[in-house]
């Protein structure tokens, strides 16, 4: 008996000296090739780290993509910079990549389709002016109060009312989903744009507000595609992840789906909460409850269509109706029509059935500016992808995404907000690194509370998990 003490403590102390040795060196995997996860990768490569990068599609950049539409730079993903508010992350990897931005100013001046004629918001905010300070007693009060940002905003405005119908499309648009899917969370974004501004990073003045539009000259897929070059190597597309689990020696073994086996010391993973239920995990990498919890995290159901301009129109306005908004981009040439719920989800087959229903707005809108009807069709899953025609994505049916960007259901409001300290950073609780082995990255991760969705959002939760990494490592 006591001499199997003696080898069990010697077996411990000699397994425990060989992982502090190896961990000086660990192989790291970082599963996903969107901004966080080379973000991660970049900064862990940059430390001497030895990461190798694993991404389902055939390119990098993940919700970023970028098209050429009759020659211009469009974006059917990510597009404006300043949505993330300062986003001091992302722009200190465009600076430090040698990349150039393009920035405008354009008014948020916008006018609302009864389906018969257009209201503009001017009309819309004087026909119900609001006191900023008494709209944010009430607000603060209906969010206290209500479930749903449907119950909010009935709280202040007749479903009737146009300016109701304009801002629950508007909120969907901002926030990713039908506004009684929102929790009362997205109260300060209405706030917002009751006082004619977007949201807290896009604040308004009145009725006539401006706000800067920012994105990377060339397109904002070069931001990945330059991280990508740093990676070369060491990235590997089309390998979608099947399943996670241990190895005998505790490290991990990740199956991806043509059977090939990777084993890895620490692992990132930096995809949607969206894919989780496509892969395995065993029952002693994720604990079940929190697998169900990130599971349960909702994606929004945003699809756009870019329509071409021969020369951009005199006034540069924007359009709703029940179910869509349509804006300019910073180059002028292209009109978005984003589009929110079941309209999001369009085909191959349906893509032109979906715009010809919002020809009619567009026709009153735009007059003899707009372009002459031309059948859309669906682009392709690749980046700078060229088109003659309007072209349209769903992310709703990407299979790699399941949806835009991330938001807070009613319900997940503490489960989504609640930060804690870990390794020095502060994190999210739900997406706290497990045993320092399990690292998350990703939008839905990140601590920036105020931009959250963004792609600032996502080189954020990068630079952060990297950080929590390396300080581990050199413990």
Known sequence: ???????????????????????????????????????????????????????????????????????????????????????KNMRRLIEELDLELISDTVSLNYAYYTGKELIFAEQLLRNNPFDPENLRIKLNKLMQESTTMRDVLR??????????????????????????????????????????????????AGTETYIDLLSIKGGNALLPEKLAQKLEGKLHLNTPLKRVSKNLDHTFALTFQDDQIVTADILVLAIPCSVYQEIIFDQNILPLTRLQDIQKVQYGTNAKILIPFSAPPPARIGFFNDRLGCFFDVNCNILTLYYTDITSRFSAETIMETYQQDRPMLEIGFGNALPPFSTPVLAEDQSFASYENPVGYSWPNDPYAKGSYSYIAPGQEAQLTTIKEEQGEKVKVLFAPINQQLYFAGEHTSILLEAPGTMEAACESGERTSRMIINSVNL
Request: proline share 2%; net charge neutral.
């Open 155 to 204: 709280g202040i405005l007749e479903e009737e009312n146009p300016l109701y119908k304009t801002l629950a499309v508007r909120l969907a648009g901002y926030e990713g989903a039908t506004i009684e899917k929102l929790s009362p969370i997205y109260t300060e974004t209405l706030y917002h744009m009751l006082l004619g501004g977007l949201s807290a990073v896009h604040q308004g």
């Open 1 to 87: 008996m006591a001499f199997s003490k003696v080898l069990y403590f010697m077996t411990m102390f000699f397994t425990t000296t060989s992982m502090i040795a190896e961990s000086k060196t660990p192989k790291i995997a970082v599963v996903g090739a969107g901004l966080a996860g080379l973000t991660t990768a970049y900064r862990l490569q940059q430390k001497g780290m030895d990461v190798d990068v694993y991404e389902a599609r055939s390119r990098v950049g993940g919700r970023i993509l970028t098209a050429k539409v009759r020659g211009h730079i469009a974006e059917l993903g990510g597009q404006n910079i300043t949505d993330g508010g300062e986003a």
